[in-house]
């Protein structure tokens, strides 16, 4: 027995009993924190919002199946990264749409469209918003388990026991991931971590 | 009383604290201690510091405002659609186990006596049609009355004679052909 028990496993287990209302409360708890995991996963912001609904689904679902072994954060993460890692085999399996590609209400448009970067509105904006990519870059080029094992670091109620369970390995394999992937990283962002900025602002 | 200094361990044990949350003041007070007694210590935390922030630099990935509505429509169409399907036999669940014996014991009896009145009617069609056949055949012999039976009762050499072709007696056919010569 858990010598502070999760509020949270308490939600699931009224959620459990049909309490609609407690599902709720754990929806929007959770549903920032998930969404951010997903969208840095898989890099596609449309796509990863119906994922993340297809997590709370999911949990719903899976209600009746529900034990208290574990706190809930770590059984909703293993959901997120478990349909992350399909989302990522079926993109994998069907490549992405052409830049080409019209869209079928109408051929003058494109299917996917992106910011005007000839017409910048703020400087400092866009230099952050340069930064962000960079960072999103690097972070998408490691491989998926260092990639989701740095993304649940980030939230702090996450434990590296919890992180290990999520990712179906050893405590020691995943600070050695997380590890390794923050190595990556730091090489990748190089020119950044001294001032935290982009190159073009240094005076 | 000076606090003892880090080891290489301790040190990387802060790092990775300082990696997932801020540090304390005692923290932050031992880490300056350390990384004044070893000067080259000092890169490896700008670059593990540096990357921690830029980290958290990352905004938060957008989110529809309805979103949660969203997922609790899609939680009741759900609802409704595994309530739809197993709606007989979450009845069933619900009843006392004598009640489910019952109900069970019904189905059973309802079942075989369906399946003893489907053999009774194949019974009576079958009776039916053989006695269509014993009236056809009654019909019949009346315009073509049927052999007597002590006729039938060498059948089997009747049978035989017709189909059997007759052998030609080759001594007399010799004997007819001398006598033709003659």
Request: charged content about 30%; overall charge positive.
């Amino acid at each position: 027995m858990a010598a502070n028990p999760d509020p949270d496993a308490a939600l699931m287990l009224r959620v459990k009993r049909g309490d609609r209302g407690a599902f709720e409360d754990l929806v929007n708890k959770y549903k920032q924190p998930v969404m951010n995991i997903i969208c840095r996963t898989i890099g596609d912001a449309t796509e990863a919002e119906d994922l993340c609904q297809n997590v709370f689904v999911q949990v719903f679902k899976s209600a009746d199946r529900y034990r208290v072994s574990a706190k809930f954060s770590t059984w909703l993460y293993t959901i997120t990264r478990n349909l992350c890692l399909n989302e990522i085999r079926r993109r994998s399996r069907h490549p992405a749409d052409s830049l080409d590609v019209t869209h079928p209400d109408n051929d003058a448009q494109p299917l996917r469209q992106f910011e005007d970067t000839k017409n910048p509105s703020v400087p400092e904006t866009l230099l952050r918003e340069e930064l962000e990519r960079k960072i999103q870059q690097a972070l998408a080029e490691l491989p998926d388990n260092q990639r989701i094992a740095i993304l649940l670091c980030r939230q702090e109620d996450v434990s590296y026991e919890e992180i290990s369970r999520v990712l179906g390995c050893s405590l020691s394999a995943t600070k050695s991931l997380i590890h390794r992937g923050r190595e990556t990283l730091k090489q990748r962002l190089k020119p950044y971590l001294r001032t935290g900025a982009w190159k073009g602002t240094e005076k | 009383m000076k606090e003892r200094e880090m080891n290489e361990m301790e040190f990387n044990q802060l790092l990775d604290t300082a990696a997932r949350r801020p540090l304390t003041a005692q923290e932050e007070a031992r880490l300056r201690a350390h990384l004044a007694a070893n000067p080259q210590a000092q890169p490896v935390w700008e670059e593990e510091a540096g990357l921690t922030r830029l980290l958290n630099r990352l905004p938060d990935a957008p989110l529809a405002s309805n979103f949660t509505a969203r997922v609790m429509r899609a939680v009741e169409r759900e609802s409704y659609r595994r309530s739809r399907a197993s709606g007989v036999f979450r009845w069933f669940g619900r009843l006392r186990p004598v009640y489910r014996f019952a109900t069970a014991g019904s189905l059973l009896v309802l079942a075989a006596l369906g399946y003893f009145q489907y053999q009774a009617v194949s019974r009576e069609k079958m009776a039916a049609s053989l006695a269509t056949v014993a009236d056809t055949v009654g019909a019949t012999s009346e315009v073509a009355p049927l052999p007597a039976v002590e006729m039938l009762k060498d059948f089997d050499a009747i049978y035989l004679l017709g189909r059997t072709r007759p052998q030609a007696d080759e001594d007399l056919l010799a004997t007819l052909s001398q006598v033709a010569m003659k």
